[in-house]
């Protein structure tokens, strides 16, 4: 069983990709390939740069860790100096509005302050190229409106964007070519308005 | 290059170069499985009260039991016996942590692996690196309490440090490749357990190897713990290096790597799948 096959695209520095298709059409797996989480069987994956992906945000969080010992393995893992990482630490726990639980372990957090925690790590650290698996959106209504302002700056700073979504607005917002997939394979790769309508015409059931 | 594309494969290069690669790579990022590696041994005795002092008293109380008991059993003067004891229940202690900790290096790992594109062989080093650091404070108490139960090292004890380094060098391919075959299959971390027993009892730690005959001594061979143990321990000793153990030790080295090689090359691409 192929997930993907004969899906060959590149993509330059101010690139910006959505990716449409059916649930099962290979999105995610498309983006994990990009993001080099799984070798692909046949073919090749080359990239330049960082990258980085949100895919899954809750993984990879070490729930026996304290807050900023995760900031720490996140930043590193993310290709941050411990520098870096500095700079960006009070920053973190601002956003995420955990100062003073920072040093208790993830495991003692509420699943809300998990994800703001989450959030803030996986949105402090700028990519190169950046995998996005839908538009990420957490928490209460207050803190909601403070995520959409970071997601948007965080994913204009990355110079490449793959993003896959189940939303026509937010990719006609975002990208500048839109990837259509089908069973695994590339039935449409254009600009988003042309992509976006063919794939709302075929999904039409007054056609 | 960005530390992203590491793990990335390319047209120029086959599975088992990857895996190479994979080795190297990850050996660079010294401060990530430094970090990661750190962070979970203070996890581990947070919160208790004698904290990372657990790690050298439960050590002592061990020798010391087993001393008193299996003691009369050796023809060892007792002096001679604890040191024999300590630093073969130290080395014992490190083959073993690597055998039964190696089988779920990747499967603790699982949330990073299929989120991250580090090097697998991040996890291995975290893993070693985590082995090794009750490893040095078992030895330096050794090497500190022994003197008082008759123990005087002498030139030979120098030997221990290549020892030191092989053992090192073993655990990193042995841990690769049982984190694999038991992400694959779960049954080998159940077999593993269940040997790891075994070599307990098969490995020079409470009885004495130069007192050992016949079908007692075959078994003590095969097993590749005797001879790491011997290449640490007899150096320790006083005893000069044995060519014999040392030749062994470095052929389970050389065996372990390239099954590590072989295997990483054949079953790593599928690692995320089996987490």
């Known amino acids: 069983m192929a997930a993907l096959s004969d899906v060959s695209l590149a993509l330059k520095s101010g690139d910006r990709l959505g990716i449409v298709g059916n649930n099962g059409s290979g999105k995610t797996t498309l983006l994990r390939v990009i993001a080099g989480l799984i070798p692909p069987d046949r073919g090749s994956v080359r990239s330049e740069g960082r990258i980085n992906n949100l895919i899954n945000l809750n993984l990879g969080v070490q729930s026996q860790a304290t807050g900023h010992q995760n900031i720490t393995l996140k930043g590193l893992a993310c290709g941050a100096s411990r520098k870096q990482i500095e700079e960006k630490r009070d920053e973190i726990a601002a956003f995420s509005e955990l100062e003073g639980f920072l040093d208790l372990p993830v495991e003692t957090y509420s699943a809300g302050m998990r994800m703001r925690l989450s959030f803030a790590i996986a949105t402090a650290f700028d990519p190169d190229i950046l995998a996005l698996d839908e538009w990420l959106g957490t928490g209460d209504q207050t803190f909601r409106k403070k995520t959409t302002k970071r997601m948007r700056s965080f994913v204009d700073s990355a110079s490449i964007l793959v993003l896959a979504s189940h939303s026509p607005e937010l990719i006609r917002q975002n990208c500048n070519k839109a990837l259509w997939l089908e069973k695994g394979r590339i039935r449409m790769l254009s600009d988003p308005d042309a992509v976006l309508n063919a794939y709302a015409d075929e999904d039409d059931p007054l056609r | ?275």
Not at chain 2, 49 to 65: E, K, N, P, Q, T
Not at chain 2, 70 to 97: C, H, M, P, R, T
Not at chain 2, 140 to 161: D, E, K, Y
Request: contains cysteine; proline residues 4%; aromatic residues 16%.
């Open chain 2, 1 to 275: 290059m960005g530390s992203a594309s590491d793990r990335l494969p390319r047209k120029d290069r086959s599975d088992i170069q990857r895996m190479i690669a994979d080795i190297v790579d990850g050996a660079g990022k010294l401060e990530i499985w430094g970090t990661f590696a750190w962070d979970e041994i203070q996890n581990r005795y947070r919160r208790s009260v004698f904290g990372l002092a657990w790690i050298g008293l439960s050590f002592i109380l061990f020798v010391a039991a087993i001393s008193i008991f299996f003691g009369a059993f050796a023809e060892l003067d007792s002096g001679a016996f604890v040191s024999y004891v300590a630093i073969g229940f130290a080395a014992y202690q490190f083959l073993i942590a690597n055998v039964v900790d190696g089988c779920h290096v990747f499967a603790r790992a699982a949330g990073w692996v299929k989120s991250s594109n580090l090097p697998y062989s991040v996890y291995v080093y975290k893993g070693v690196s985590r082995a090794l650091f009750p490893f040095f404070i078992h030895l330096f108490i050794a090497l500190l309490i022994l003197p008082f139960f008759g123990w005087r090292p002498n030139g030979n004890a120098l030997f221990a440090i290549p020892a030191l380094l092989l053992f090192t060098l073993t655990a990193v391919p042995l841990q690769f490749l049982l984190g694999l075959l038991a992400a694959r299959w779960r049954d080998v971390g159940h077999l593993v357990q269940a040997i790891s027993r075994i070599f307990f009892f098969t490995s020079p730690v409470l009885w004495v190897y130069a007192e050992t005959t016949g079908i007692r001594r075959d078994l003590a061979d095969f097993n590749p713990m005797t001879h790491f143990i011997a290449i640490l321990r007899d150096p320790l000793l006083g005893v000069s290096p044995s060519a014999y153990h040392w030749g062994l030790s470095l052929s389970w080295l050389v065996c372990i790597s390239i099954v590590a090689v072989l295997v990483g090359g054949a079953m790593r691409r599928r690692l995320p799948f089996w987490v």
